[in-house]
């Protein structure tokens, strides 16, 4: 029996700490599915008044529908669509009619219609307030001359465009461009991967234990003369 002491312990112990990660994470699970809940519920609300100094700890995914003239200039910001392939979003300096000017993400155009003229000038918008995460440690630097933008800094593009650092990004223009397609905000960007993780725990719980039979059988078997 003091021979298989110790791997038993080592075993229940190894196993108890693999069932207690796995558990933390269907509670963290729990955790992230309110939030999510909470972001679509914000995203699909009544829009409100551009706030006067829109605030992302308070104001982010906030529905607002405005009103204003879309003017010239334009950046493009890399991205991909699934089953799309690569193309560009379309940022452009909306003014509102009260006189402010704010960003605007307008939607998705392929690689080849980059360059074709778009519809500007008066427009109601539906859309979503938005602070975008884009950026990461291994996002190039946007390229302002070029007009090849990789994350939407907003800081950045409200200099190039003299707006406010404020991001709409639409959900409908009216009227509509029909060359664009809108990228609205959803929560499918946000990862949720705290499922797959406890499952992997709790399997890795399963061969703990089965490792450790082993072991312990193993060790119990007689040694042959």
Do not use: C
Not at 60 to 67: G, I, S
Not at 175 to 183: E, K, N, S, Y
Not at 200 to 210: C, D, E, F, N
């Amino acid at each position: 029996m003091k021979r298989i002491l110790a791997p038993l312990l080592f075993g229940l112990i190894g196993a108890g700490i693999l069932v207690w990660l796995g558990t933390w994470q269907i509670q963290r699970l729990a955790w992230k599915q309110g939030i999510l809940s909470e972001i679509e519920s914000t995203i699909s609300g009544d829009p409100i008044p551009l706030p006067a100094q829109p605030a992302p700890e308070n104001d982010r995914y906030k529905p607002v529908n405005l009103t204003g003239t879309i003017g010239p200039g334009e950046l493009h910001v890399l991205m991909s669509i699934k089953q799309v392939g690569a193309g560009f979003r379309i940022i452009a300096p909306l003014t509102l009619d009260d006189g402010r000017k704010v960003l605007l993400d307008r939607g998705f155009v392929p690689v080849e219609d980059k360059t074709k003229t778009r519809r500007i000038g008066q427009v109601t918008v539906s859309g979503n307030l938005h602070w975008s995460d884009d950026r990461n440690s291994s996002t190039p630097d946007n390229d302002v001359n070029k007009n090849m933008w990789f994350a939407r800094d907003l800081d950045q593009m409200a200099a190039q465009l003299g707006t406010e650092p404020v991001l709409i990004v639409a959900r409908r223009e009216t009227p509509a461009d029909p060359g664009l397609r809108p990228v609205p905000v959803d929560t499918a960007g946000i990862p949720n991967d705290h499922l797959q993780y406890a499952i992997t725990w709790y399997s890795l719980a399963v061969v703990w234990l089965i490792m450790t039979a082993y072991f312990i059988r193993r060790t119990l078997k007689p040694k042959e003369a």
